[in-house]
């Protein structure tokens, strides 16, 4: 049997996992250097663990001091358990060496995150001479794979099979994963999808950790009245989820009506990214349950949320914030 799974990041921002058809896993970008943590990503963990899907972070290689990257990586990875990838790939100026990638694993293990994946694709690993890889086999550590037939569609229709040349072994190692496409329809986007020759359980057993929730207690936090009135904006001013030295975890947002419906903007800005998600049209209906116009937690690092009235601007409304203080 293989299963397939997505890797996504931020470029996929919105992508809401239950409407995935062909995704038996997740693998979501989490940190890139020290100067980047993905605004979506606690929100994809979230959902994956609510659906009980093996779900794998990943960080993007920088030319940064590897212990300083591993601790920014363990600073926003949200479980230290999960099994994580590092990618390692060149970009702009820095083209990352062997020794580069092994002082990211060595870094990563020693602060105590689960990583188990290098994204080595064969056409780097031949531009860095075809080195003996057994150096990551030592380390627990397996080979993801890409290469890509072309086309575009269904996931099912581009994976070119078990006996494809993106699963031939090189550098001494034959890949666990191997990424076949990055123009996979699925979910309303077109996505990377990557392939497993084994079951979920195979997988999850392979990497370690679990995708269970640990963020299970979340009181109320703070509940308001957005403002009434023709193009009247209210903002509220959540924890900074995820982020800094207060220890707030998972953050979460909604929205609720009275005697009618009524249509909001909610816009969302996150540290270092500004107005990073914006939903127009939000429909508020007395008759059904809050809304959530993420379908998840709010993204790490949060600072204020903008909501805005656009429609029916009278219809009483309120929010409700959620937090976990770990």
Do not use: C
Not at 3 to 19: E, H, K, T
Not at 284 to 299: E, F, I, K, M, S
Request: hydrophobic residues 40%; charged residues 10%.
């Amino acid at each position: 049997m293989t299963i397939f799974g997505p890797d996504i990041s931020s470029y996929q921002s919105g992508l809401v996992l239950s409407r995935l058809a062909d995704a038996a896993f997740v693998i979501a970008k989490t940190t890139e250097g020290t100067y980047y943590t993905d605004a979506d990503y606690q929100g994809w963990r979230e959902q994956a663990a609510q659906l009980g899907r093996p779900f794998v972070w990943y960080h993007f290689i920088s030319n940064e001091s590897a212990s300083a990257q591993a601790a920014h990586t363990a600073a926003n990875v949200g479980n230290s358990a999960l099994p994580g990838m590092l990618d390692a790939e060149p970009a702009n100026s820095f083209s990352p060496s062997l020794a580069d990638i092994l002082a990211y694993v060595d870094a990563a293990h020693a602060a105590g995150l689960n990583l188990r994946l290098v994204y080595l694709p064969r056409w780097y690993w031949q531009q860095l001479g075809s080195p003996d890889l057994s150096a990551l086999t030592s380390r627990s550590v397996s080979l993801v794979s890409s290469e890509y037939p072309g086309g575009s569609g269904s996931v099912g229709s581009l994976y070119p099979g078990d006996g494809a040349s993106g699963w031939e072994p090189y550098g001494g190692l034959t890949p666990l994963i191997y990424q076949f496409t990055n123009q996979a329809s699925d979910g309303g986007q077109n996505l990377d999808y990557n392939a497993f020759r084994g079951t979920s359980a195979d997988l999850a057993a392979t990497l370690g950790g679990t995708p269970g929730l640990e963020d299970d207690n979340m009181p109320a936090f703070a509940t308001g009245v957005i403002t009434p009135g023709a193009g009247a904006v209210t903002m509220v001013l959540p924890p900074p989820a995820n982020y800094g030295t207060a220890n707030w975890g998972n953050v979460w947002f909604s929205l609720g009506a009275d005697f009618g419906t009524a249509t909001v903007r909610v816009a969302i800005f996150t540290h270092g990214q500004g107005w990073s998600h914006i939903y127009e049209n939000v429909v508020v209906d007395a008759t059904a349950d809050r809304v959530n116009p993420l379908g998840g937690p709010l993204p790490t690092a949060v600072q204020k949320i903008s909501i805005a009235r656009v429609t029916n601007p009278d219809v009483p409304v309120a929010y409700l914030l959620e937090a976990v203080a770990r």
